[in-house]
């Protein structure tokens, strides 16, 4: 088992930067590999990134290719999400996932066996 919990969100003007935080409990950290997906209002969630167990391989959705950097602390259990040139279409419910699968080419929720419970980012125009 593995408790995440986010923190970071909030509101933010186009062209602005967010820090999101997830912190671990429970199993062991670097035994994980780590992701970020978020929800619109309406829509369905969607992978943004993830980072291997040792956070030296790492893999994001094209939509924010070049914006977003997901990296990961095993000493202090936790993920980061670091999101520069925030959008509009970026505002979201911003969920860290962690996943047991032995590959590293995990996208999809299904592939994901624990969820933090959101934080919201709102992102004006």
């Known amino acids: 088992q593995v408790q995440l919990v986010e923190s970071g969100g909030g509101l933010v003007q186009a062209g602005g930067s967010l820090r999101l935080s997830c912190a671990a409990s429970?199993?062991?950290?670097?035994?994980?590999?780590m992701g970020w997906f978020r929800q619109a209002p309406g829509k369905e969630r969607e992978f943004v990134a993830r980072a291997s167990r040792s956070g030296a391989s790492t893999y994001y959705a094209d939509s924010v290719k070049g914006r977003f950097t997901i990296s990961r602390d095993n000493a202090k259990n936790t993920v980061y999400l670091q999101m520069n040139s925030l959008k509009p279409e970026d505002t979201a419910v911003y969920y860290c996932?962690?996943?047991?699968?032995?590959?590293?080419?995990?996208?999809?929720?299904?592939?994901?066996?624990?969820w933090g419970q959101g934080t919201q980012v709102t992102v004006s125009s």
């Open positions: 996932a962690a996943s047991l699968r032995s590959s590293n080419y995990v996208q999809r929720p299904y592939e994901y066996d624990y």
């Open positions: 429970g199993r062991t950290f670097s035994t994980f590999i």
